[in-house]
């Protein structure tokens, strides 16, 4: 049971709702079903094969499923569907989550 509220005590401001994703983050943060644009891709080995795979700034990307251990990620973009690791995906940034 709760105690009672002391009405001279400052009224409690409700906590404030967590966004979905931040302006900019990376793909592994997407949840399941979300889609967003690419915003870039980190510098790095498979920064040119992301590119030529259709993670160009501007493309739209899904996040269609997760691994039961949450590695790889499946990912849809430009029509077609391929896996990522979680450590490849972190390499590309998004934004405008939809």
């Known amino acids: 049971m709760l105690p009672p509220r002391d009405p001279a005590a400052a009224p409690v401001a409700p906590a404030a709702p967590t966004p ?3 302006p900019e983050s990376c793909l592994a943060d997407l949840r399941v079903g979300q889609s967003a644009t ?3 891709i980190a510098a790095g080995p498979l920064r040119l094969r992301l590119h030529e795979l259709g993670f160009v ?3 739209r990307v899904r ?3 997760r691994a039961p251990l949450r590695d790889p990620l499946q990912v849809e973009v430009c ?9 490849e995906a ?7 989550v939809v």
């Open 63 to 65: 996040l269609v499923r």
């Open 57 to 59: 700034p501007g493309a």
């Open 20 to 22: 979905i994703a931040l």
């Open 38 to 40: 690419v915003a870039g």
């Open 79 to 87: 029509g077609y569907h391929l896996s990522l690791r979680v450590s």
């Open 90 to 96: 972190r390499g590309v940034r998004v934004d405008a």
